[in-house]
């Protein structure tokens, strides 16, 4: 079957330090792959996605690359802002069939001043 | 600012009580969800509607009934729910079910069942 696999959380930084949040998937045929971002008392927003093999998808600093020889997404930031603090969630979506986005159990970052 | 709006933000109900959520976009997208989320959890599907009928139902207690009304709206029945029940229920659109296209969802209601 189509699933994630994210670092387990959380993940408590001090600001400017360099972030990365591995995601793993496992999925028949070329998903796109997704992150998003959840704030406090918010909804999912979308950070940045990429749609096929060695695609690197990027929005306010943030970074991943679709690597599909290790099915890989990892997140990646250089400096992170406490303004960053957030739960990461990592998605994919499989090109056919019904289902929709299949989500990793999502990680949860603190950046502190 | 989303451009999926949810209404009520916050419902607190009775385990005899009816109530409905809203949903509304105006992006002009036709395919619409709605995804339960507990704390520290991932969103759930619950229900998918492609253009206003409904697709998928991820064997969701009959106790919540979708409802879309028109290609901007999704509302979400309530009636005699539990204590469990109580989470963020998420509503998002997006243009088609295809692979690439993301999901725009609102800020939820948070639903507490007394």
């Known amino acids: 079957g189509n699933s994630v696999t994210q670092m387990e959380g959380p993940v408590t930084l001090s600001e400017e330090a360099f972030l990365t949040i591995n995601c793993t998937y496992t999925?028949?045929?070329?998903?796109?792959l997704f992150w998003y971002v959840q704030y406090p008392g918010e909804g999912l927003q979308l950070l940045l996605k990429?749609?096929?093999?060695?695609d690197k998808g990027s929005n306010k600093g943030f970074e991943a690359t679709y690597r599909k020889e290790t099915t890989s997404f990892h997140l990646e930031k250089g400096s992170v802002q406490v303004s960053d603090s957030a739960v990461y969630f990592c998605a994919l979506h499989r090109n056919s069939g019904n289902t929709p986005l299949v989500f990793g159990k999502g990680t949860r970052l603190s950046v502190i001043a | 600012d989303t451009e999926v709006t949810q209404t009520p933000k916050h419902l607190v109900m009775g385990m005899t009580n009816k109530k409905s959520l809203k949903c509304e976009q105006h992006m002009g997208h036709r395919a619409m969800y709605w995804y339960k989320q507990k704390a520290k959890k991932p969103p759930e599907l619950m229900f998918v509607?492609?253009?206003?009928?409904?697709?998928i139902n991820e064997s969701v207690p009959s106790r919540f009934s979708p409802e879309c009304p028109n290609s901007s709206l999704l509302n979400l029945h309530l009636h005699a729910l539990q204590p469990e029940d109580s989470a963020l229920y998420l509503c998002a659109s997006s243009q088609e079910r295809d692979r690439s296209s993301p999901l725009h969802f609102g800020n939820g209601t948070r639903l507490t069942v007394t």
């Open positions: 990429a749609t096929k093999a060695d």
């Open positions: 999925a028949t045929g070329y998903p796109s």
């Open positions: 509607y492609s253009y206003e009928k409904l697709s």
